[in-house]
């Protein structure tokens, strides 16, 4: 157990944004946050503070921050309702509430007193922190380091974003200034993400970290350890670290580098090749984009000059800055609840690099406003990134100018929008990820960049919305002329510059086919699957949050066959309660609605980090207590669940299924819960429904060897090929030494289907799969074959699947189950 953190902040959305931001440099200390007043509005409330406290306290103590004087004020009015022992253990702490969240919470995971975790959180308003204290990103180190190793990177990108988070976190428990660099460069702090990944090491690279302090040989070794396995990255095994790095600048589809500096010149008739990134053709008039960082108005005070004379307050002008940091720092977290949010959250990320805001910080003491500070610093650091090698690096880069706009918007410094003509191909060095959407409303018809990468998050959501895209086309795309007609192919990675009149009529001609293809494909993905001789198979979708069920009704998806609750539990040290859980589910409902939604109970286990429920990884691992078997030892938790779902079913089509069932005691216990939370629901009048059906997941073999036990007690079995996979041929999913063994058409996989749904169909049961292997179309007509009636799937396979379906008839799907159980 550790001290605990409370955060009282006027706005929920800052107080819950902080918290985000401790928990994930310190999952294992309790972080509670509340914000607002009970009507929602800025403000504080008193019950919400007392509730937080209660959530926070394992017993060792508490630090509590808070934003402004009135948050003050309730904080302390709530404190001095324990007794003298508690109040004791309990301490009001003035300190920044960001900085300070993040100094306290990383004091407290090393197994600080309380008392020392309140003097980090005060030192972090100082810019220093006490002994027991991580030392300041920007300490200052004398002599020779107490330890250094070097080591060579080995993961495919290098030290990137997602690597220098993780050495970043690696140092919350020690007391030590770690250092990092190349040989040829100075050390930059390894608590600065933006700093590392601004070294531009990458595979290949030398890489040297060196420590000062009390910790720094255990600081050092624990870098290197993660540098030597690569970061936990896939591939790294494929380059030895003698063998020297690859070739800086992506390749094309067949081998060939992308446009460099000596590309040909851009003139009319000429074509260029580029890296293809998401396929398809587009033919429109060029539009230039603009994504440079706006300027403000405020006028620039040089720190060389001096101290300022009559310049900005700097004090009055951070706690600007701080609070525009705040609201971005909300409006990213609500972003990372969405599709592809894992870009917000490393935007949420950059957004508090240490190093960015020393460079701020330094401009604000010279006397520049907040606006021209923060734009100046960001322009510096995306100017560094910028004119580093590497698709890793330029992504980057791109994504520092996002996160500098979105502050600038909130100091009142807006960017222009996108301004594109419907069909336009945008013609641009990089597009930034904000803008994605924008041009995705505007009707854009393509993107043609002379620089971005392939893996950027502004391709993601470009791939996501199926917008035709190349990068690495090289100099001059930017500067092609406004309304130049110009062919992207997204397929081949090429752009043609004002093709002539019969290239261009072929180009049209591909483009009209390729438009009625897609068409046919989102009309029939709309209607009802059926196999070629009539016979009905379901096709639903499988979803965790309100956009993705948006997704899956616009890809055709019959309701949600799996909604897969735990998405709401994860990265939090504090449980959703019933209401939370509740309004989420419902939001899911409606996003789907009139479709049906099933609803899995919470899977806890296996390899779900879910920091509230204290989850051991033997004893709660894929073999230990997990799923059903957790609710029923948790039972408090499970009947939060369920009475939310009971809730959300008086006005909504819902169904629920437990999962990891192994025997029919399990699921008797888990029907008599679901009927004593009604009950509950009842007793205090609070209107509930019931679910339309009850089913279990199929994921322990003995649940398909034994389904006639289980049948009389369920209206449906999912299975969840996944896990049954994992269990039937003893492998672990998560090992990529064993992964081409994990078929889910093996011969003994399918007779396990084939099994459940004859007893399943005996007594009257429908049959599911909502596991990967329904994605597959292959697959998809095995398992109908062996008699599954409902397929759910990613809404993005949703139309494929629904094709391959169409093609066979029954008899073609059986002939494919026979030839599966047969083997090879």
């Known amino acids: 157990m550790t001290v605990g953190v409370v955060l009282v902040s006027h706005s929920a959305a800052i107080a819950a944004g902080a918290r985000e931001l401790a928990a994930q440099m310190s999952p294992g200390v309790p972080i509670a946050a509340t914000g607002g007043d009970e009507d929602g509005g800025l403000g504080t409330s008193l019950d919400e503070i007392l509730k937080a406290l209660e959530r926070a306290d394992q017993g060792e103590g508490l630090v509590v921050l808070y934003d402004l004087g009135g948050a003050e004020l309730t904080a302390q009015t709530a404190l001095e309702f324990g007794d003298p022992e508690t109040q004791e253990r309990r301490l009001l702490c003035d300190a920044p509430l960001v900085e300070g969240a993040l100094a306290a919470a990383t004091t407290a995971a090393g197994g600080a007193d309380v008392h020392q975790v309140a003097a980090a959180a005060r030192a972090a308003g100082a810019g220093a922190g006490p002994d027991a204290a991580p030392a300041s990103p920007d300490a200052a180190v004398e002599g020779e380091p107490d330890a250094r190793r070097t080591v060579t990177l080995v993961n495919p990108l290098g030290l990137h974003a997602r690597p220098a988070a993780m050495l970043a976190r690696e140092l919350h428990d020690v007391r030590a200034e770690v250092r990092v660099r190349t040989p040829e460069q100075e050390g930059v702090s390894a608590r600065s993400l933006l700093a590392m990944v601004g070294l531009g090491a990458t595979r290949g690279a030398e890489l040297v970290i060196e420590g000062w302090g009390p910790d720094a040989e255990r600081a050092v070794e624990r870098i290197a350890a993660l540098a030597r396995d690569g970061f936990g990255e896939a591939d790294h095994e494929a380059q030895e670290p003698g063998d020297a790095p690859a070739p800086a600048g992506p390749a094309t589809a067949d081998g060939d580098r992308a446009a460099g500096p000596d590309a040909a010149p851009l003139v009319a008739g000429a074509s260029r090749r580029g890296v293809p990134v998401v396929g398809g053709l587009a033919i429109g008039p060029a539009a230039r984009l603009d994504a440079a960082l706006p300027e403000p108005e405020e006028s620039e005070h040089d720190p060389e000059d001096g101290p300022p004379k009559g310049g900005a307050d700097p004090d009055g002008e951070g ?118 959407p924008a041009l995705v409303d505007a009707g854009v018809g393509g993107l043609a960049l002379g620089r971005g990468a392939p893996t950027s998050h502004a391709m993601i959501l470009a791939r996501a919305a199926g917008v035709p895209a190349v990068t690495g086309l090289g100099p001059g795309v930017a500067d092609l002329a406004e309304g130049t007609m110009i062919v992207v192919d997204g397929d081949a990675g090429e752009l043609t510059v004002d093709p002539e009149a019969g290239a261009l009529e072929a180009a049209r001609a591909r483009l009209a086919c390729q438009e009625e293809e897609r068409q046919e494909r989102l009309a029939a993905a709309q209607e009802p699957a059926r196999l070629a001789d009539g016979t ?88 230990g207590q997990r799923g059903l078997r957790h609710g029923l030892a948790h039972p408090a938790v499970l009947a939060t669940q369920l009475r939310a779902i009971l809730r959300v079913a008086a006005e909504h089509r819902v169904a629920v299924m437990f999962p990891m069932v192994s025997d029919a005691s399990e699921l008797r216990a888990a029907r008599a819960a679901l009927a004593e939370a009604a009950a509950d629901l009842d007793a205090r009048g609070q209107a509930r429904g019931w679910p339309e059906e009850v089913g279990v997941m199929v994921e322990v073999p003995a649940a398909a060897v034994a389904a006639d036990h289980l049948a009389p007690e369920v209206d449906f079995f999912s299975v969840g090929t996944n896990d049954l996979v994992q269990y039937a041929l003893a492998v672990d999913r998560t090992l990529p030494e064993v992964a081409h063994l994990a078929r889910p058409d093996h011969p003994a996989v399918v007779r396990l289907v084939r099994q459940l749904c004859e007893a399943a169909e005996e007594a009257g049961c429908w049959v599911g799969v909502c596991g990967d292997a329904a994605a597959d179309p292959h697959v998809a007509t095995v398992l109908v074959g062996a008699g599954v009636r409902e397929l759910s799937v990613a809404p993005a396979a949703v139309p494929a699947v629904k094709a391959a379906l169409r093609a066979v008839d029954l008899a073609e799907a059986r002939a494919r189950l026979a030839a599966a159980t047969a083997g090879p």
């Open 319 to 436: 706690g600007r800055l701080e609070a525009a940091v705040a609201r971005v720092r909300g409006e990213l977290e609500a972003l990372a609840r969405g599709p592809e949010g894992e870009i917000f959250a490393a935007h949420e990320l950059l957004l508090d690099d240490p190093a960015l805001h020393d460079a701020v910080r330094a401009r604000l003491d010279a006397g520049t406003g907040a606006a021209r500070a923060w734009r100046d610093a960001v322009a510096a650091q995306h100017e560094r990134l910028a004119a580093l090698e590497g698709e890793a690096l330029a992504a980057r880069a791109a994504d520092v100018l996002d996160v500098g706009r979105r502050v600038l918007r909130e100091l009142g410094v807006p960017a222009a929008a996108p301004d594109v003509p419907e069909g336009a191909v945008v013609v641009a060095d990089d597009v930034l990820p904000s803008q994605v």
């Open 536 to 623: 009905r198979v379901e096709v639903a979708a499988n979803a965790a949050r309100p956009a993705e069920a948006a997704m899956a009704a616009t890809a055709g998806a019959e309701g949600i066959g799996l909604l897969r609750t735990e998405m709401a539990f994860l990265e939090r040290t504090d449980l959703p309660d019933e209401d939370e859980q509740a309004r989420d589910l419902a939001a899911v409902c409606e996003a789907i609605a009139p479709a049906r939604v099933i609803v899995r109970t919470l899977d806890a286990g296996g390899d779900k980090p879910l920091p509230a429920l204290d989850l051991d990884p033997v004893r709660h691992g894929f073999l």
